[in-house]
């Protein structure tokens, strides 16, 4: 298995625009999680999904944020309309139930 | 509120010497440890994971303990490497699947 795959790598985008960054869960795990990490705050838990199901959003900072599964194999993190304070790595993680949870490669979002 | 502390913030160690790096918690109720190996770019990759039962864990040179009682763990790495310039990060689990990170230990290790 590839792991899991997150995309794009890198985005950058000015004030206003939305963004939507694109996670590819490792096949037969029912968890995944979105998480964003910045120097300043560390890693923080936005939502977790459990058999495509949101289970907890309430580390989503506001209504400007949402996540979708519309699937087992495919999750997606949208920030619409985005700010410069949004600006982190956003990391997506798959796990089988409470097992050890695989993170993916990251997207790097900057927002100018 | 669940919090995971982690020290030093920093530190450098020069190669092929051991150092040990320490994560207090209050997390509860508890379910697991995990201490994650960051390198710069990249996702975490995990270490070790252990449970309630388990004190001690090793994965080639590191080696991490758990004390339950006094909710505290520790990551040893024996014999240091370049490659083990990284951010390592304590991660608790409740039995609730909530996950509650330490900020992480910057390790650099130099030559």
């Known amino acids: 298995d590839a792991g899991v795959i997150q995309s794009p790598r890198h985005e950058v985008t000015e004030m206003g625009q939305e963004v939507t960054l694109r996670c590819k869960p490792i096949s037969g795990h029912n968890s995944l999680f979105w998480y964003r990490q910045t120097m300043m705050r560390g890693l923080e838990l936005l939502i977790y999904f459990n058999n495509n199901v949101p289970i907890d959003d309430s580390g989503m900072p506001e209504d400007r944020f949402s996540a979708k599964m519309p699937n087992a194999s495919f999750s997606t993190l949208k920030i619409q309309p985005s700010e410069p304070r949004d600006s982190a790595v956003y990391f997506c993680a798959s796990s089988l139930g409470q097992g050890e949870a695989f993170f993916g490669q990251g997207t790097r979002l900057t927002v100018v | 509120k669940n919090q995971v502390e982690q020290s030093p913030q920093s530190l450098i160690i020069l190669e092929g010497k051991n150092c040990t790096l320490q994560?207090?918690?209050?997390?509860?109720?508890?379910?697991?440890l995990r201490w994650y190996k960051q390198d710069t770019g990249r996702g975490p990759v995990s270490l070790t994971i252990m449970t309630f039962s388990e004190n001690t864990k090793s994965n080639g040179r590191y080696t991490a303990t758990l004390d339950a009682d006094t909710k505290q763990s520790s990551l040893h790495i024996t014999a240091s490497q370049l490659s083990d310039s990284a951010s390592y990060i304590c991660?608790?689990?409740?039995?609730?699947?909530?996950?509650?990170f330490g900020a992480g230990t910057t390790v650099t290790v130099r030559a």
């Open positions: 991660v608790v689990s409740a039995t609730d699947y909530k996950l509650s």
């Open positions: 994560c207090n918690y209050t997390v509860s109720p508890f379910s697991n």
